[in-house]
């Protein structure tokens, strides 16, 4: 059974709602890479993202099933590093709102888990979680043929998303120009040092 999942940055000027979620819609992992945490330490939300672990639950959806309600236009992303993925989040309070990949063509959003206010009611629409992926405690991680079969889940779920031409129904990016909504601020690698510096680390 699908569910509409409200999310709203700390100080309520930004509303959103993931539509329509479901565990076959959406894929539950959490994620303890260095930029992850990171992202959370840049926006000061590290204690109510990051586990005990240093890993960030996401869910990861089509772009499609976003839609922003209310202050799009507080919307910012940032790049932590030159390949790294664009991090959206409300400019207003830093609360985090996911991650995409830098360009619309790759129709995919990673949903952060943490920071929501009324996030609470939606694990039953998120599913079990799917995988564990790159976390301190090499042990947390999903390993062997769970992984294979966590990757391919994900990847048959944003080929179908790119053929069902989600790539034009992201809130996040232009339809027309495919240009992301917001100009991504790129950290400079004596920040993100800084950053990671203060991570779990195995």
Not at 93 to 106: F, I, K, S, V
């Amino acid at each position: 059974m699908s569910k509409d999942v409200a999310l709203e940055c700390a100080c309520g000027a930004v509303k959103a709602v993931a539509r329509g979620i479901s565990p076959e819609r959406v894929n539950h992992v959490i994620c303890g890479c260095d930029s992850c945490q990171a992202f959370a330490r840049q926006l000061g939300r590290a204690e109510g993202i990051l586990d005990e672990g240093g890993g960030t639950r996401i869910f990861q959806m089509s772009p499609k099933h976003l839609e922003i309600q209310q202050g799009a236009d507080r919307l910012s992303c940032m790049r932590l590093t030159p390949k790294g993925v664009l991090r959206w989040y409300a400019e207003c309070c830093r609360t985090p709102l996911g991650n995409t990949l830098p360009t619309a063509a790759a129709p995919f959003i990673g949903v952060i888990c943490g920071g929501h206010t009324t996030f609470d009611n939606a694990a039953a629409a998120i599913g079990p979680l799917r995988a564990t992926v790159q976390m301190p405690d090499r042990a947390k991680n999903t390993k062997g043929f769970a992984m294979v079969v966590a990757m391919f889940g994900l990847l048959t779920k944003m080929l179908s998303w790119r053929l069902a031409g989600d790539k034009k129904r992201s809130p996040l990016f232009d339809a027309q120009t495919g240009a992301p909504i917001a100009p991504p601020r790129m950290l400079n690698e004596e920040e993100y040092s800084a950053l990671t510096a203060q991570n779990v680390k195995a």
